[in-house]
């Protein structure tokens, strides 16, 4: 496993703060995944670097596994009810086919170079009729432009942002650390791969600045929001 892998090692207190401190935007976030989730119950569940488990803490993890290459972020998962199956990267882990009902990727993709062979083995993984969910912020979002400019600056404080930047913006290092890609690439790899019945969501719809103010609602489709949730069906 290569540094990029556990760049969440020595983070997992400031991912959590920053949800804890960003509260609205977590509601709105939460209200997203359990959307794009669906009904669980009864279900065998994959999270794709399940991180923490901070959103997980908020479902019914009976039946729901993780993987995870951050140890630190892992370990928190575990005590959070997540049977963690293996502190790696998807790229490493081997999984027995036709196993899932669902296997999900909240905000791991973001951390990808590569996503095809992530989402065959996710595929072979996935039983008959069961569903990959992928939620993300997007590349082409305000959240996008957001990061990769301070990915580019490598600082938020810059005279070009003066006035535009949230009170208290995702940690520079993870944003600069991401891969993000548009939606519509991974639209594409899915489509490619044999996935169907494509169908997807959204929240996060105000500009950044003002995203923390409430809690936003979740709507159908990709094109608007900083959030956003696909579902596609093996
Ligand atoms: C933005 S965090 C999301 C964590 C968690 N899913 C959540 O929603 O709070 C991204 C997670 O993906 C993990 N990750 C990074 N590269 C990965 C890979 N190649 N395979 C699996 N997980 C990966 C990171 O360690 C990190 O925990």
Sequence with gaps: MNAKNVMFDGYAAQYDEWFMK??????????????ALGNIEGKRLLSVGCGSGLFESYIDCTNLEGIEPSEDMGKIAQKRG??????STIEDVD??????DIIYFNGSSSYIADLRPAYDKCKRALK???RLVLLDVPKESAFGFMYLLGKSLNTYDHEFL????????????????????????????????????????????????????????VLEGYKSGGYVAIVAEC
Excluded: R
Excluded at 188 to 208: C, D, H, M, R, V
């Design 95 to 100: 999984l027995a086919d036709s196993t899932y």
């Design 162 to 217: 003066d006035g535009a930047m949230p009170e208290l913006p995702y940690p520079l290092a993870l944003a600069a650390s991401g891969v993000w890609h548009t939606t519509e690439e991974k639209i594409g790899i899915l489509e490619n791969l044999g996935f169907a019945n494509l169908s997807y969501y959204q929240t996060l719809i105000k500009n950044p600045l003002y995203t923390n103010e409430e809690p936003e609602e």
């Design 82 to 87: 997540i049977k963690v199956i293996s502190y």
């Design 22 to 35: 960003n509260d609205n935007l977590f509601a709105s976030e939460l209200k997203l995944f359990q959307k």
């Design 128 to 130: 008959e009729g069961g």
